[in-house]
């Protein structure tokens, strides 16, 4: 049966730039090894998406809803349906000076902001800087290589992976859950307590709780501490 909106699902993929090869994204460690892509730290595993709700790039999750679990499809996305074709109006020249005053010294392939655009620097001569404010992917064909490893039914299983998602480096299989009535008790590991923006964390897993699981109203966090 097709996936639909509303579903939980897992998905492994590979993103690439066509004219290229260049890989852009992944979710599997064995290909990153073999591209030599591996990100130190990086988490490799299948990620959740629930369909409808935007958290895939929108042309590959509309593909989804085509597929089966345990099905794969390679989608190619053009430019027009990506990110745009490129724009030779947003390459400025800026002068080096403006950009000193900011506390920038202009180097060729970095990433700059000004005014709340984001660009790279692709020359510096004369005293003046060609900054390319037009997305890295403009222009750019993409292929997505995508399976559907799994559909979730289970709202234990919903949660935790709802977890995952907010906290990357968390072992899923260590979060304990608890679903009582219209309330879902989660008690995360000692390891993860403490991280960086842990709470920043916490509310984007309420808050996803409670978009896309109708039959809980309250979400609680327990923390847990024995006496050594």
Do not use: C
């Amino acid at each position: 049966m097709p996936l639909q909106n509303g579903d939980f699902v897992l998905v492994d993929y590979v993103a690439r730039v066509k004219e290229t090869n260049e890989i852009i994204d992944l979710t599997m460690e064995s290909i990153a090894k073999k591209e030599k892509v591996i990100k130190k730290n990086g988490v490799y595993e299948p990620i959740l998406v629930v369909l409808g709700e935007g958290w895939l790039f929108k042309p590959v999750e509309e593909e989804l809803l085509n597929l089966e679990v345990g099905q794969s499809k390679i989608i190619e996305i053009p430019p027009l349906k990506g990110f745009g074709e490129r724009d030779p109006k947003k390459i400025k020249i800026i002068p080096a000076r403006e950009l000193s005053k900011r506390g920038i010294t202009p180097r060729v392939g970095e990433r700059v902001e000004l005014n709340n655009d984001v660009g790279i620097i692709r020359g510096v001569s004369g005293g003046r800087v060609t900054v390319d404010f037009n997305h890295p992917l403009a222009g750019k064909t993409l292929i997505y290589e995508i399976t559907v490893v799994k559909k979730i039914e289970n709202i234990l299983d919903k949660v935790r992976e709802i977890v995952k998602r907010h906290i990357r480096t968390v072992d899923k299989n260590l979060v304990k859950i608890e679903h009582i009535g219209e309330t879902i008790k989660i008690e995360l590991p000692e390891s993860v307590r403490v991280i960086d923006g842990i709470e920043y964390m916490k509310r984007g897993v309420v808050k996803d709780v409670f978009k896309t699981i109708s039959d809980v109203n309250s979400v609680i966090f327990v923390e847990t501490y024995n006496k050594s």
